[in-house]
């Protein structure tokens, strides 16, 4: 799902382009929208979208004076202007999309295809950078990432945040500290072989957890693990328990 912030200092432009883009662009997830470029400056550092639809003529501050304060802009920009002559020869030379007012579906569903392709370059550019970071790192870095793929989505995910992991037949669980929870096509054995460096305990068959989130041991039946904050109880199995011992004390 790629993340959208809609910019317009006219609420009825950004609902207008919501409907529109909810109706014919259903890969787009807006997540937050903006009536100054002040307002959006904050928005974009707060969610990080991967495209701002961007008003150009606003009070204040316009949208080229927003985009001016970030020194490197990492998201896509689709202008969306009333005026086809304020700017535009500039962002024609500068091979950007803009959508003029009243806006065409087809025009939009163009420049939402075009932003697609561009996250998917980026997301790879992405795994190819965790790949050479992790590649420069010869021993466990607890600022290192792992790449967690769904279907509409990859996550860039610190090792030190997970809390465990939990399969599910051909597919795993990822429990982060925040709360957050992702399921994956993968089995967990997968992950058992990428994390055992980093700390993780194959406690059972179907568990995988992080020694640094475990915070007691809990003596019923064959032992269960507190992990994280919020106490989650994993059990431990009879053939992992010296295992699971050997590594905790």
Not at 20 to 36: D, E
Not at 107 to 134: C, D, F, G, H
């Given at each position: 799902?790629?993340?959208?912030?809609l910019v317009?200092?006219?609420?009825?432009?950004?609902?207008?382009?919501?409907a529109?883009l909810?109706?014919?662009?259903?890969?787009?997830g807006?997540v937050?929208?903006a009536?100054s470029?002040?307002?959006?400056?904050?928005?974009?550092i707060?969610?990080?979208p991967?495209?701002?639809?961007?008003?150009i003529?606003?009070?204040?501050m316009?949208?080229?004076?927003?985009?001016?304060?970030?020194?490197?802009?990492?998201?896509?920009?689709?202008f969306?202007?009333?005026?086809d002559?304020?700017g535009?020869k500039?962002v024609?030379?500068?091979?950007?999309?803009?959508?003029?007012?009243?806006?065409?579906?087809?025009?939009?569903?163009?420049?939402?295809?075009?932003?697609?392709?561009?996250?998917?370059?980026?997301?790879?550019n992405?795994?190819?950078?965790?790949?050479?970071?992790?590649?420069?790192n010869?021993?466990?870095?607890?600022?290192?990432?792992?790449?967690?793929?769904?279907l509409?989505?990859?996550?860039?995910?610190?090792?030190?945040?997970?809390?465990?992991?939990?399969?599910?037949?051909?597919?795993?669980?990822?429990?982060?500290?925040?709360?957050?929870?992702?399921?994956i096509?993968k089995?967990?054995?997968?992950?058992?072989?990428?994390?055992?460096?980093?700390?993780?305990?194959r406690?059972?068959?179907?568990?995988?957890v992080?020694?640094f989130?475990v915070?007691?041991?809990?003596?019923?039946?064959?032992?269960?693990?507190?992990?994280?904050?919020?106490?989650?109880?994993?059990?431990i199995?009879?053939?992992?328990?010296?295992?699971v011992?050997?590594?905790?004390?």
């Amino acid at each position: 799902m790629i993340k959208a912030i809609l910019v317009d200092d006219e609420p009825i432009n950004n609902t207008n382009l919501a409907a529109l883009l909810n109706r014919h662009c259903k890969g787009v997830g807006i997540v937050a929208t903006a009536r100054s470029a002040e307002e959006a400056r904050s928005k974009i550092i707060e969610w990080e979208p991967d495209v701002v639809f961007l008003d150009i003529e606003m009070p204040g501050m316009n949208g080229f004076d927003l985009l001016k304060t970030f020194d490197n802009p990492y998201f896509d920009v689709v202008f969306v202007t009333a005026y086809d002559s304020y700017g535009i020869k500039a962002v024609k030379f500068s091979a950007l999309d803009y959508i003029l007012k009243p806006i065409n579906s087809a025009e939009l569903k163009a420049a939402v295809e075009k932003i697609e392709n561009s996250v998917q370059v980026k997301r790879q550019n992405l795994r190819l950078k965790n790949l050479l970071s992790l590649l420069d790192n010869t021993s466990s870095n607890t600022e290192d990432k792992i790449a967690l793929s769904t279907l509409k989505e990859t996550y860039f995910i610190a090792i030190k945040d997970i809390l465990r992991c939990v399969s599910s037949n051909n597919y795993t669980t990822f429990f982060l500290a925040n709360g957050d929870e992702h399921l994956i096509s993968k089995p967990l054995y997968e992950y058992d072989e990428l994390l055992s460096s980093y700390g993780f305990i194959r406690c059972h068959q179907s568990h995988l957890v992080n020694k640094f989130h475990v915070k007691s041991i809990l003596n019923e039946d064959s032992g269960y693990l507190i992990v994280g904050a919020a106490g989650h109880k994993v059990p431990i199995s009879r053939q992992k328990k010296g295992l699971v011992k050997s590594i905790l004390y």
